[in-house]
């Protein structure tokens, strides 16, 4: 069997990961974390892809892009958590698990960050974990698609 393919999808400001409020949101960079979910997912049996844009419609696109491609969506929408209804419409496009992740907790911080649109659609949300909070969720995939 071929593995499941994951999209881990990431939004705005995050490819500033490392060098972003590091004191809210850790030390390690967005390709520390795609290192850790692809050495990870080969151990749980998964195939990790991960991407980012700064930009809504990209994201939306990539989304798309995973309906032929991934069996499997982990997602950091970051700011457009808070927003963006054209995100959560195009992941109720897709037919696998989806698993939203922040490195924060949202809950913990500002109101406006309080509500997220992502999560009427997300079978899991991981909060306030930071960067391990991306293979707590790849971990949640493989349990959810593997059954391990
Ligand atoms: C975030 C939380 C969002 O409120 C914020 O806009 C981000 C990152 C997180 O990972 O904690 O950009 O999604």
Not at 39 to 60: C, K, Y
Not at 76 to 91: E, Q
Not at 125 to 145: E, S
């Amino acid at each position: 069997m071929t593995a499941p393919v994951i999209h881990i999808l990431n939004g705005p400001n995050l490819n500033l990961l490392g060098q972003r409020q590091p004191d809210i949101y850790g030390h390690d960079t967005l390709e520390d974390i795609a290192r850790a979910c692809a050495t990870l997912g080969g151990r749980l049996g998964l195939a990790t892809q991960l991407r980012q844009s700064n930009h809504e419609g990209a994201l939306v696109e990539m989304i798309h892009a995973a309906r032929g491609e991934a069996q499997g969506i982990i997602i950091n929408p970051a700011a457009y958590t808070h927003t963006s209804v054209a995100i959560l419409d195009a992941l109720n496009l897709f037919d696998g698990p989806v698993i939203e992740v922040h490195l924060s907790n949202i809950h913990k911080r500002e109101a406006f960050r309080h509500h997220s649109y992502i999560s009427t659609r997300a079978d899991a949300v991981v909060a306030g974990c930071g960067a391990h909070g991306y293979t707590l969720a790849l971990r949640q995939m493989a349990h959810l698609l593997l059954r391990s």
